[in-house]
């Protein structure tokens, strides 16, 4: 009877010391970015028919001159229209802003797929700030239409 006591006992606190482990555990792939490391959004098309939503992480050097800016996140098509009623796909845009504060093209992505969304990731060197516009876009491409706002997801005066 004791010996089974005992073996419960143990389970429990192996079973506990387990349990509060994993949490550090789960945390320790967004450790390397210590520096900064946030998630972002959602940010929206107009009207809503667009969204994406991420994560953002920003890594400097030991001498705090240069930077790499690494991006992850989801693009959902939100527009349960057909093509033939207008329906659009969603479309995402990312700009970078450099340390003399000059705005430039990074990355986009298109995802037509009502009611999914499509994964991204990217990295970026020596970025000062960074943003993102959601809209929509024609399946066969063509001008991005109903953006919403640019949205600033980082900049290095927040850190």
Same mark, same amino acid.
């Given at each position: 009877?004791?010996?089974?006591?005992?073996?419960? +006992?143990?389970?429990?606190?192996? /079973?506990?010391? =387990?349990?509060?482990?994993?949490?550090?555990? +789960?945390? +320790?792939?967004s450790?390397?970015y210590?520096?900064?490391?946030?998630?972002?959004?959602?940010?929206?098309?107009?009207?809503?028919? +667009?969204?994406?939503?991420? @994560?953002?992480?920003?890594? @400097?050097?030991?001498?705090?001159?240069?930077?790499?800016? /690494?991006?992850?996140?989801?693009?959902?098509? =939100?527009?349960?229209?057909?093509?033939?009623?207008?329906? #659009? $796909?969603?479309?995402?845009?990312?700009?970078?802003?450099?340390?003399?504060?000059? @705005?430039?093209?990074?990355?986009?992505?298109?995802? $037509?797929?009502?009611?999914? *969304? #499509?994964?991204?990731?990217?990295?970026?060197?020596?970025i000062?700030?960074?943003?993102? #516009?959601? $809209?929509?876009?024609?399946?066969?491409?063509?001008?991005? /239409? #109903? $953006?919403?706002?640019?949205? *600033?997801?980082? /900049?290095?005066?927040?850190?």
């Amino acid at each position: 009877m004791f010996k089974k006591i005992a073996t419960g +006992a143990f389970a429990v606190a192996a /079973t506990t010391a =387990l349990a509060l482990a994993l949490p550090s555990a +789960a945390n +320790a792939s967004s450790s390397d970015y210590d520096d900064y490391s946030d998630s972002w959004g959602p940010v929206h098309s107009r009207y809503e028919l +667009a969204k994406a939503e991420g @994560w953002v992480g920003v890594n @400097w050097d030991h001498h705090g001159e240069s930077n790499e800016v /690494t991006v992850r996140g989801r693009l959902y098509d =939100l527009d349960d229209r057909t093509y033939r009623q207008g329906g #659009k $796909c969603a479309f995402v845009k990312f700009e970078a802003g450099d340390f003399d504060h000059d @705005w430039s093209p990074v990355y986009f992505k298109k995802y $037509c797929g009502f009611p999914g *969304y #499509k994964r991204f990731s990217f990295q970026e060197h020596d970025i000062y700030s960074l943003r993102a #516009k959601v $809209c929509q876009i024609g399946p066969n491409g063509g001008h991005p /239409t #109903k $953006c919403g706002r640019w949205e *600033y997801l980082y /900049t290095a005066e927040s850190e």
